[in-house]
């Protein structure tokens, strides 16, 4: 099978809920052979990514890629078409350029909130649970007031 069918494949499975790979020592089941031995290194503490820069390791390919941006190369390829943005992370510019088209994926299920990431999301529920403490709403209030004044 050609490279190019072999990354087809693997990138419709990521579009299923199939989990055939099961970890033997805790259960937890993944989509694809290279998570499950990714996963694997979390319970042996092995770290088989080593830094060339600095005495760090890590458990998968993409941490070290992430490290090496921010930590020596400072390397910011994900760029933002409609601005000067760029970021060592495309999770990042694609939060990013929802400030620019003003999606909200993020939906309460609760109440009409609508978020642009999930980490507002999570403190947005935390209201409705009530475990919304004082500092919480302090910052909340904060990054409103600032975003009225822009």
């Given at each position: 099978?050609?490279?190019?069918?072999?990354?087809?494949?693997r990138h419709?499975?990521?579009?299923?809920?199939?989990?055939?790979?099961k970890?033997?020592?805790?259960g937890?089941?993944?989509r694809?052979?290279?998570?499950?031995?990714n996963h694997?290194?979390t319970?042996?503490g092995?770290?088989?990514?080593k830094?060339?820069?600095c005495?760090?390791a890590?458990v998968?390919?993409?941490e070290?890629?992430?490290?090496?941006?921010?930590?020596?190369?400072?390397?910011?390829?994900?760029?933002?078409?409609?601005c000067?943005?760029?970021?060592?992370?495309v999770s990042?510019l694609?939060?990013?350029?929802?400030?620019?088209?003003g999606?909200r994926?993020?939906?309460?299920?609760l109440c009409s909130?609508a978020?642009?990431?999930?980490?507002?999301?999570?403190?947005?529920?935390?209201t409705?649970?009530?475990?919304?403490?004082?500092?919480t709403a302090?910052?909340h209030a904060?990054?409103?007031?600032?975003?009225h004044l822009?």
């Open positions: 099978m050609s490279s190019c069918c072999l990354i087809y494949t419709m499975k990521s579009h299923t809920d199939e989990r055939p790979h970890c033997h020592l805790c937890r089941a993944f694809t052979v290279t998570l499950l031995r694997l290194n319970h042996t092995t770290r088989p990514h830094c060339t820069d005495d760090m890590f998968t390919s993409g070290l890629v992430r490290h090496r941006r921010y930590k020596h190369t400072h390397e910011k390829p994900f760029k933002c078409s409609m000067d943005y760029a970021s060592v992370e990042k694609k939060r990013h350029i929802r400030s620019h088209t999606e994926p993020f939906q309460c299920s909130y978020s642009r990431d999930t980490y507002k999301l999570k403190r947005h529920m935390r409705h649970s009530g475990k919304f403490d004082t500092f302090f910052l904060t990054q409103n007031y600032n975003v822009l």
